[in-house]
């Protein structure tokens, strides 16, 4: 009884169950005299953090539960187990969940928008060892075929208007991003670090272009997330943090996080720019870096026991992590078979398994971003909002 009541406690004590807000993610999308709130579309990119069942839809890998049993009680596609941070923000914002642009089993409904989002994605375009081939770059180019293919539906009559975006929603859509984790993440295996925060304006640069083909084609309203602490996720703790010295205060990986706070400040100065150069878009920077360094630091305070430990793991101890045998996987190590299991309650856990965070940390997340303090430009106090969201 007492495991079912953490949570309650924990989003009381957080501001989750109201919150009063201006929810920029409307005001993007409407004007700012408008009375009603309605975003007619959101399209996503970036990578596992907000891949909604891409990945999985392409073949690139499977994965069976212990995933997706808090909130679908079933696989979902998500790397989780349950929602993510886009699901909660859409649900704020009152759309339905975006289905994976490359899923096309059960009739997907894309009227609302779609999901480009690939697990194991960079900005940089992908290499033959790349762990997704759909790098930015690709992602973008499937959004362009998305609404040429859209457009020539829509001159054909009414027949696929249920399922398909109006084509005003283009131009009137959000375009969420939140891309960048694995160019640096994945660069650190074959890089020193003064080589892999060299390469961040490279890799901008692709972000940048990426971003100017969205705006060419009638995209004005950008929703822009930074990268997290990449040192404080179990799998590269484990990679890189055998040496105490290499860790913070925290115990996460300082080089890691050295180089994420890098790559987000020359972000933040690309989207300033960007606002400066396109004054008819609304370019909003979103410091997710902030939110999750502070739920790890103030864990206990938001209800959490375990910051740094993978709820779906395998051996133990701090981190309850090893990358020979990921969650919900059994595997046959030393005349052994291993199996990395779920906990018993995933709310009491920051993340899930060793890469990504829980459904729990995902709402506190989101629930941070709605305040509006953590974005640039902030979201404004005048437009009364009542959010909702669901947990």
Known sequence: MAARSRPARRLAS??????????????????????????????????????TGARIAAGLESIGPPYGQTYFRRPAGRFCDGRLIIDFLLDAMDMPFLNAYLDSVGAPSFRKGSNFAVA????????????????FGLQIAQFLRFKDRVLELLAKGNRYKKYIPHVDFFGEGLYMFDVGQNDLAGAFYHKKEDQVIASIPTILLEFETGLKKLYDNGARKFWIHNTAPLGCLPQNIAAFGKDPSKLDELGCVASHNRAAKLFNLQLHALCTKLQGQYTDANITYVDIYSIKYDLIANYSRYGFEYPITACCGYGGGALNYDSRIPCGQTKVISGSRLTAKGCNDSTEYVN?????????????VSSQILTGKYSDPPFSDKMPFLLKPKF
């Open 352 to 364: 899930w398994d060793g890469i990504h965070y829980t459904e729990a940390a995902n709402f506190h």
């Open 14 to 51: 957080s501001h989750i169950i109201i919150v009063i807000v201006v929810l920029f993610l409307h005001t993007a999308c409407v004007a700012m005299a408008a009375v009603d709130f309605n975003c007619p579309a959101v399209f996503n990119f970036g990578d596992s953090n907000s891949d």
């Open 120 to 135: 194991g994605s960079t900005i940089l375009p992908a290499t033959a060892s790349s762990v997704s081939p759909f790098g």
